[in-house]
């Protein structure tokens, strides 16, 4: 068995790309579901339609990348216009319906035939990260005992985590400022917030527009990393991701979103190591899991682990748990 | 509290506002000398029924007015439709001279008229302190852009502070400031909500119930409280089921029943008046101790003393 090995992963994915992605989205989706209220279950969505934009401005109508970043940007802000306005003045649990299926509808129409001349159908778009690795700073990567990354991967993660930095700025700065109270204050009972002369409104549309713009930092990190996209990766389950991610981190906690997903990835990528190399040494025998199992007996076992944290620690890593308790009233 | 509240300047405000009304005719949709809230032709019907059919109503200013009616007149949808919380199907009412008809209710507590709920809406998982500093209205730091640079609100947040402190002070919440607004019994979240609606800094309170699931010993201070917005220039209208109270503090009472006003006047006036009695023993009776309490000071009432002699009375 190569601990070497179980271990690097574990810890490259502490800082890696993909717990990048998720903490970007799920600091957005913090600002929706845990400062707002605002059931999103389309978060993916708001990744989706960035990358895309992005993708789509680069390498099907041939325009510099830093319009693509620009029109992802725009297309994140009309989806949540689009969401917002028929949505919002109805209540929270119709938000999640429509959120849902919109991201199946805009996941859905990013592999469809008919558009795929533009959106590459299910194989999804290539060969629009080119710019973005052009202004890579590092001429190689790094590779200790510990850990090792290329340098486009260094690149990658650097970017992310400045991007994570500013986003946790932004979000602390708000919701330590009057807007951020008014926001909060929406989550728990938009009628008296109405009833102090606050557009409640306008409030929820500028908390939907920010967690997208947020998210959609992800998607974009999410596409460049891999230097490609695909429709399909930005399912439903993306977005559960975030949510437990949320939960995982304490909702409402500026840094909750970024130590979930650190936690998350770590635990989730240390056991799908651990396990089929458990199984290849012969310490777990074949006749409780194969190799092949073993993946999905990982999963199995974070959720169990998430379950057993819900129970015992319901307001997550960060929150306050006599906070969470005064739901129950 | 009440003391301050019935020292002498507190005294002329309710002098002013009784003077002001002693000759006012006790009839329904009766004008006032000096109204600060006129509506008319109000209707508003859930399927069948109609649940408001208000012909005139007027409210004085300054004054504190009580709408008392049996369960179901239609009391608290006539709050919802004044302040925006609802839709009336047809009607016109102005506020301060200002037409408010189809005004979002923000707009409305933006004009001045604010008001709280029946069941008590503090916003839990706020500190009692946040709760307060929500109610300032042209907060500078609520705008998104304005909001991620703090310096430029942080003095207006300061101003705002030491009012809500002041307030917390006066309703004797200054205690609880740093917690949560959900861990607050129920009367304190009373005395939450009004000492909230107070940082809007309003023409008019409109308190839904402000009574309701009160102790008897915080009863007296809300009631103190409310006397004192009057003295303070405010004009108020309450829901109220107990008539004690109502006859402790209102200047006017309007009746409601069945959506419709069936009387106005000086609260011992109409607890006398045969159609109000008629009103409450003949529909659902709810609150037994207000006209037993009206029976016990005016005898010339006689059906009106106990809940079941109310069928009987009518026949």
Redesign the interface.
């Known amino acids: 068995m190569n601990w070497d090995v179980i271990f690097s992963v574990s810890l490259e994915s502490l800082v890696g790309a993909t717990t990048v992605v998720y903490a970007l989205a799920a600091i957005g989706l913090n600002v929706h579901f845990g400062y707002a209220g605002l059931l999103n279950f389309g978060q993916s969505a708001f990744l989706g339609v960035a990358a895309y934009g992005m993708a789509m401005t680069v390498t099907t109508f041939d325009q510099p990348f830093w319009l693509g970043l620009l029109v992802g940007l725009g297309a994140t802000v009309v989806l949540a216009l689009l969401l917002g306005i028929p949505t919002l003045r109805l209540r929270a649990d119709y938000l999640a319906i429509v959120t849902i299926a919109a991201a199946e509808i805009v996941r859905l129409l990013f592999r469809s035939v008919t558009l795929s001349k533009w959106t590459g159908g299910s194989d999804g778009l290539q060969a629009f990260s080119q710019s973005f690795y052009a202004l890579n700073p590092y001429s190689s990567g790094i590779s200790t005992r510990l850990i090792s990354f290329s340098a486009r991967e260094l690149w990658v993660i650097t970017v992310g985590w400045v991007l994570v930095v500013v986003a946790l700025l932004v979000v602390w700065l708000l919701m330590n400022s009057p807007w951020g109270r008014v926001v909060k204050a929406i989550r728990e009972d938009e009628d008296a917030v109405r009833s102090l002369g606050k557009n409640v409104f306008a409030y929820k549309m500028q908390a939907l527009i920010l967690g997208g713009v947020l998210g959609s930092l992800g998607g974009y990190v999410f596409a460049l990393s891999l230097a490609a996209i695909q429709p399909d990766t930005y399912g439903t389950e993306f977005t559960f991701y975030m949510y437990t991610i949320v939960i995982l981190g304490g909702a409402a906690r500026v840094l909750g979103p970024v130590v979930g997903s650190m936690i998350f990835w770590l635990l989730l990528t240390f056991i799908n190591a651990l396990l089929p190399a458990l199984v290849s040494a012969g310490v777990i025998p074949t006749s409780i899991m194969t190799t092949n199992q073993a993946g999905a007996v990982g999963y199995i076992l974070v959720g169990i682990g998430l379950v057993l944290l819900l129970i015992f620690r319901p307001q997550g890593i960060f929150g306050d748990r006599k906070e969470v308790m005064l739901d129950a009233r | 509290m009440r003391d301050e509240a019935t020292t002498s300047g507190a005294e002329s405000a309710h002098a002013r506002a009784t003077a002001a009304l002693r000759d006012v005719p006790r009839e329904p949709g009766v004008a006032k000398p000096d109204p600060i809230l006129v509506a008319d032709n109000v209707v508003r019907s859930f399927g069948g029924l109609t649940a408001v059919n208000v012909k005139h109503v007027e409210i004085q200013r300054g004054a504190i007015t009580a709408l008392i009616g049996p369960n179901g007149a239609g009391k608290t949808t006539f709050f919802n439709l004044l ?1 925006g ?1 609802d839709k009336p199907d047809e009607g016109q009412w102005t506020f301060n001279g200002d037409p408010v008809q189809g005004v ?4 409305v ?2 004009r001045g008229m ?4 029946q069941l008590t ?6 500190s009692v302190i ?2 307060m ?3 300032a ?1 042209g ?6 852009w304005r ?2 640079v ?1 310096s430029g ?1 942080r003095r207006q ?1 300061n101003e705002i502070t030491e009012r809500a402190d002041e307030l917390l002070a006066r309703f004797k919440l200054d205690a609880k400031r740093e917690d ?1 607004a ?2 607050l019994s129920g009367g304190q979240r009373k005395l939450l ?1 009004m000492a ?2 107070l ?2 800094q309003p023409d008019m309170v409109m308190l839904d119930e402000p009574m309701a699931g009160v102790n008897p010993a915080l009863t007296q201070s809300l009631l103190g409280h409310v006397k004192a917005l009057r003295e303070d220039g405010m004009t108020v209208l309450f829901v109220e089921h107990d008539m004690d109270m109502v006859r402790d503090i209102s200047d006017w009472a309007i009746v409601m029943a069945q959506g419709e006003i069936i009387a106005e006047g000086a609260p011992e006036d109409v607890m006398a008046d045969p159609r109000v009695i008629d009103a409450y023993l003949g529909a659902h009776h709810d609150g037994a101790p207000a006209p037993a309490a009206t029976g016990a000071q005016g005898p010339g009432a006689p059906a009106d003393d106990e809940p079941k002699a109310g069928p009987a009375g009518r026949e």
């Open positions: 302040t919380f979002p209710p923000h707009k507590a933006r604010v008001r709280t709920f809406k503090v916003l839990s998982r706020l946040d709760n500093r929500l109610g209205v907060q500078k730091g609520e705008r998104f909001a991620l703090p609100w947040e949560f959900g861990s909500e909230r609606a940082m809007v």
